[in-house]
Each structure stands twice: as C-alpha cells, then as structure tokens.
C-alpha cells in the first residue's frame, strides 16, 4: 500500500497532531534556557527540548509530504493559524516554576512512550520508523522527570505543597489525552495507530505509582475539557506562536 493510497484526511491529522505536541512542547521548553535552577538541569531541559523539536520535525515532515500540497516541516510550523494545530492544551500552558514543568514533562511523557510503543506495528511504515526512534528519547524523559517529580513530591513542605499545587493544576489537562476522537478511530480501523483513549488505562498504571511514591495525591476527575486537539486553545496559545513564528512571519521565506 502506498502512501498515497492510505493518506485520508484523518491519518493526515493522526501524524499532524504528534508533531504539533512535540513542536509545542519544546518550544514551551526551550523558555528554560538559561534559567533553571541549577546548571545541569538547564542543559537537561534544553536538550529535551531539542529531542521533542527533532520529534517534531520527522512527524511534520511525514505530515507535509502525506498532505501532498507542496508544503514542508517549516511552512507547518511557522505558517499555520491557530486553529489549525492540533497539540493537546497541556503543551502550551505556561511553564510557571520548575516544579510544574517536571510534572508536566513527566505526565507527557509516559503518555509519549506508550504512544511510540503501540506504533511499532504501525501499517504506516515511516510513523513506525519514526516511532521507534522517538521511543528511546521519550523514556529518557519520562524517567528523568519521574525522578524529579518523586524528589520534590517527597522532598520538603514546599517543594511538596508546589509539586502537589502543580498536578492539581495539570491533571484536569490529562483528559484530553483520551477524549475521543473520529481520526483517532480512523486510524486504529486502518493500523495506523492507536486510538489514544484506549491508553488511558496503561497511562494511569504507568503514572500512579510513581506519584503515589512521591507522595502526592492524585486529583479526582472532573467535568473539565479542554480541546486543543480540535484546534480549540488556551489564551497562552496565540503569545507562544507571535514568539515562535516571528522569524518567518517578518521575513517570510528567510533562509540561513
């Protein structure tokens, strides 16, 4: 089967949205160079960053040359509207303090790693390969802040009351993760890859425990939605994209 033959408008959309968390999230990341609060963690999250921007830039390749219309990974990126990503809310909130933007990466990641798993089978080859690649950066990430989460969790009062204050804040985002999805089904029909609410179940058996050492409570789920995936987003998004696609937008076709 080629590429041609299973581009529909929604594997379009399946691989669109991966690169869209990942370009979002690392921009979010990169905000932290320079200001961390000990020097090795400033390298850590900048390289983080860095991994989710090259995640970004395989899926949005992938995307463009699936979309067919001539588009590349920088016209994706830097040329789009609003409305038109389709990362999770979660990856565009502001980074706050260091205790909340560990906890986001670590709640991210776990779901990133069960994501690049489940696409080792992909019928998409190229998502497959590039899956596979991406996994080995993802549990680097899930772990690293796993350990940081279990550290100010069950560190002092107020590295705990700041750990607790930020899952209390991102957990309600998490939904979303799940919320189904008419491409996530049209993608799991096809092979392409898993409809992500059926991960739902591994990520809280993946996340949990590792909270649950830190000494954190895990908030009760709420009515709360959040739709960044329809192209629905947080007032935090608009100011990340006049900051990211600057460059692009004032110099149109710039090259280096």
């Not at 990362?87 to 991210?108: C, H, K, M, Q």
């Amino acid at each position: 089967m080629t590429q041609q033959n299973i581009a529909t408008p929604e594997h379009i959309e399946y691989v669109l949205r991966m690169g869209d968390n990942a370009l979002i999230l690392g921009q979010r990341l990169s905000e932290w160079c320079g200001h961390a609060p000990v020097l090795e963690e400033d390298m850590a999250l900048a390289n983080t960053a860095l991994d989710l921007i090259g995640q970004a830039r395989l899926l949005l390749t992938h995307a463009a040359k699936l979309e067919g219309k001539g588009r590349d990974e920088d016209q994706l990126a830097f040329l789009r509207v609003e409305r038109d990503y389709r990362n999770v809310t979660l990856a565009e909130l502001p980074n706050e303090d260091f205790g909340r933007t560990v906890v986001r990466n670590f709640l991210f990641a776990a779901f990133q790693v069960l994501l690049y798993q489940r696409l080792g089978t992909s019928s998409d080859q190229e998502l497959a390969a590039i899956a596979a690649k991406s996994l080995k950066e993802a549990r680097y990430h899930l772990s690293h802040a796993g350990e940081w989460v279990i550290r100010l969790g069950d560190g002092t009062e107020v590295s705990h009351a700041k750990a607790q204050a930020a899952l209390d804040y991102l957990w309600p985002y998490t939904a979303e993760f799940f919320a189904a999805n008419p491409a996530d089904d049209a993608a799991a029909a096809a092979g392409i890859g898993p409809a992500w609410a059926s991960l739902e179940a591994e990520w809280e058996a993946l996340v949990v425990p590792v909270l649950n050492e830190a000494t954190l409570t895990v908030p009760a789920r709420t009515p709360f939605k959040s739709y960044g995936k329809f192209g629905r987003h947080s007032e935090h998004m608009g100011h990340l994209l006049a900051t990211m696609q600057y460059m692009q937008r004032t110099y149109p076709g710039a090259t280096w």
